[in-house]
Nanobody, 115 residues
Framework: QVQFVESGGGLVQPGESLRLSCTAS????????MGWYRQAPGKQRELVAA???????NYADSVKGRFTISRDNAKNTVYLQMNSLKPEDTAVYYC?????????WGQGTQVTVSS
């Protein structure tokens, strides 16, 4: 069974940092491109960062220069380092296959940026 388990979210002030983690199971993790998605209230889910099986990365313009995606194939885990957080980064963050996701979505992890 395919599963994605996200963690690491929380409430932070603008300018602070968070590191999200997502562990996948039920897939041959190392062969897939992976991504971090987010969904803010009333908005569609969007892909904010992606990493290929070979380690190449790509970012949405809104997070470029502030977020860094990485992966550890030995742990079936993908990370999202988020620096200089802004209120507009507030959302539920999910990981999944990139660039379109899959039928299987985890519960996500809530990130709230507020003073």
């Amino acid at each position: 069974q395919v599963q994605f388990v996200e963690s690491g979210g929380g409430l932070v002030q603008p300018g602070e940092s968070l590191r999200l983690s997502c562990t996948a199971s039920g897939i041959r993790f190392r062969i897939y491109d992976m991504g971090w998605y987010r969904q803010a209230p009333g908005k569609q889910r969007e892909l904010v960062a992606a990493i290929t099986s070979g380690g190449s990365t790509n970012y949405a313009d809104s997070v470029k220069g502030r977020f860094t995606i990485s992966r550890d194939n030995a742990k079936n885990t993908v990370y999202l380092q988020m620096n200089s957080l802004k209120p507009e980064d507030t959302a539920v963050y999910y990981c999944n296959l990139a660039p379109t996701g899959s039928l299987y979505w985890g519960q996500g992890t809530q990130v709230t940026v507020s003073s």
